[in-house]
């Protein structure tokens, strides 16, 4: 099926990969201007929602993420790094700064951000995980789809959007959303895959990030390129993400059973030093968070 480039707007996009996922086919597309990946044919919006049920966060179904609840304390380590460094970096003057977290699961980096003197609210998908965030943050705070939500001009101080930007359908109309919602000196903050850094490009299709859920896959550059085009003045790259090496060991124990799991530290460590070495675009990991500040 020809697709266009959700991007640049390139006609002229050609199959890369076939993905042979153990519970589903799906093939890669690129655009030759801008190298923007993609899932071509898209799923529809009805198997999206399917997408993410109970299901999603329990294990049980073909594509799944962890449900959050069972180590708030342990993932608090991270969320809280991560809305302290959020708010040092706004540049606007607001006594209590609104943050939206698009795609807020059960809410745990809200919480984070609530304690941390923001007023927070959410876009979740999925009515599993947003009936719970509503028990911690109140009716009205969660809305299931960010243009339905119909937010002010310049409403927030702070964006977020961690792991997500991969899952959209039309990522290109949810940045110019973003940066339509953002006060003149907010921040956005997004996190996804860098497919142009080495272990990516070395991985090709074998590449873990190429999941059914995930329908496009960016790069610094086109990142860049599609943020400073919408209007954001300045953008910050950082790799493999915004905040430190502690949080991260401290939110990997969640998932240990002995002490013989501590040597997962190991490759934790190894990962994150290898992340730290890049030269403008060319980074030897695939990690990477972003601050785009309007
Ligand atoms: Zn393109």
């Keep these: 099926m020809q697709a266009r480039c959700n991007f640049c707007g390139s006609a002229l996009c050609g199959q890369k990969y076939k ?23 898209l799923p529809d919006k009805k198997s999206l929602l399917k997408m993410y049920q109970e299901d999603y966060y329990t294990g049980s179904s073909s594509f799944s993420y962890e449900d959050e609840r069972k180590a708030f304390p342990a993932y608090s380590k991270v969320w809280k790094k991560r ?22 699961s059960f809410g745990g980096l809200l919480e984070n951000a609530l304690g941390a003197g923001f007023d ?11 009936q719970y ?4 943050l109140g009716k009205g705070k969660v809305f299931p ?41 907010g921040v956005f903050l997004i996190q996804t895959a860098n497919m142009e850094g080495l272990q990516a490009k070395k991985l090709k299709e074998k590449y873990h990030y190429f999941l059914p859920g995930h329908l ?27 905040f ?28 994150h030093l290898k992340s730290l ?3 403008n675009d060319f980074c030897l990991t695939s990690s990477m968070a972003v601050y785009a500040w309007k």
């Design 83 to 104: 809305v302290l460094k959020l708010k040092k970096n706004l540049k606007t003057q607001a006594l209590k700064p609104k943050i939206l977290d698009i795609g807020s």
């Design 145 to 185: 789809d960010l243009k339905e939500a119909s937010f002010q001009d310049s409403f927030f101080d702070a964006v977020s959007m961690i792991e997500v930007i991969e899952h959209l359908d039309n990522p290109s109309e949810s940045l110019e959303e973003v940066y339509r919602i953002l006060k003149k000196g």
């Design 133 to 136: 965030s509503e028990t911690l």
């Design 216 to 242: 496009y896959y960016f790069s610094r550059q086109n990142l860049r390129e599609k943020l400073f085009k919408i209007g954001f003045q300045k953008i910050k790259f950082f790799h493999p993400v915004e």
């Design 244 to 271: 430190g090496l502690l949080p991260k060991l401290q939110k990997s124990k969640a998932g240990f059973h002995s002490c013989k799991d501590y040597w997962k530290w190991k490759n934790i460590i190894s990962y």
């Design 19 to 41: 993905i042979e996922h153990p519970y589903s086919h799906f093939d890669i597309y690129e655009c030759p201007d801008c190298k923007l990946l993609f899932q071509n044919p």
């Design 120 to 130: 927070p609210y959410g876009i979740e998908i999925s009515d599993y995980s947003r």
């Design 277 to 279: 070495f890049h030269w």
